[in-house]
């Protein structure tokens, strides 16, 4: 079984504020994909990274960085000088090469981001 | 244009009443998978569809059925309602290789069953 903990219920932080958002993940497989995505006030689901297990480089996409760390089960994702567009919530997911047919994507419960101007 | 769309984008019905979720897709993606998100909670998978003769149950497919009417098409169906299955509904699309996995959405349906 795989399973995705996204700790962090509600954030709220002030305009140009740094913020991470933890993600922690159980899985018995050594190969798997991890994910984000964002969820704004509109409703839509957006993808925002997908990381294979493999490759442990940080990523930084302009104001968006994520860090994946295996030793530690955990891809956590940074917003940089957040901004009032940046509230939403944000899901991670994690997909193993064992998670049934459809290699399902398992989310976490999500976390609320509020940008506060 | 949206490459996943989904009708209706808000529905409300009683207790009992058939309904019908479509989803279709212009990204020319073979699988497709319909989710439900409770408030609080992530996506629960329902049902999952790798091509038009392939269709899976997820991991909460009680109370509905899937159709799968063509590459770009796939609906979902309440045969009888009930008010716990007032959720918000998505559609997703994957390409077929687990390599190249990321799910794209639709918009969702916000249902509600009174």
């Known amino acids: 079984a795989q399973k995705v903990t996204q700790a962090q219920t509600e954030i709220s932080v002030v305009e140009k504020e740094d913020v991470t958002l933890d993600c922690v993940y159980e899985?018995?497989?050594?190969?798997?994909?991890l994910f984000w995505y964002k969820q704004p006030p509109s409703g839509e689901l957006v993808f925002l990274i997908r990381r294979n297990s493999f490759d442990e480089q940080n990523e930084i996409s302009g104001r968006y960085s994520w860090n994946f760390q295996k030793s530690t089960s955990s891809f956590n994702f940074t917003i940089t000088a957040s901004q009032v567009v940046d509230s939403a919530v944000y899901f991670c997911a994690l997909s193993g090469e064992h998670s049934g047919s459809a290699r399902q994507l398992t989310f976490g419960s999500g976390t609320q981001l509020t940008v506060l101007p | 244009d949206a490459d996943v769309t989904q009708t209706p984008r808000n529905r409300i019905t009683k207790t009992g009443k058939r309904i019908m979720l479509e989803c279709s897709q212009t990204k020319g993606h073979d699988r497709m998978y319909w989710y439900r998100q409770d408030p609080g909670l992530g996506l629960q998978l329902i049902y999952y569809?790798?091509?038009?003769?392939?269709?899976n149950k997820g991991e909460i497919s009680d109370g509905y059925s899937v159709s799968r009417q063509a590459q770009a098409k796939f609906s979902l169906s309440l045969e009888s309602a009930i008010p716990n299955q007032t959720a918000l509904y998505f559609c997703?699309?994957?390409?077929?290789?687990?390599?190249?996995?990321?799910?794209?959405f639709g918009p969702g349906t916000r249902l509600t069953v009174l």
């Open positions: 899985t018995r497989d050594t190969t798997y994909y």
């Open positions: 569809s790798f091509d038009v003769k392939d269709i």
């Open positions: 997703a699309t994957s390409r077929g290789t687990w390599t190249d996995n990321e799910q794209f």
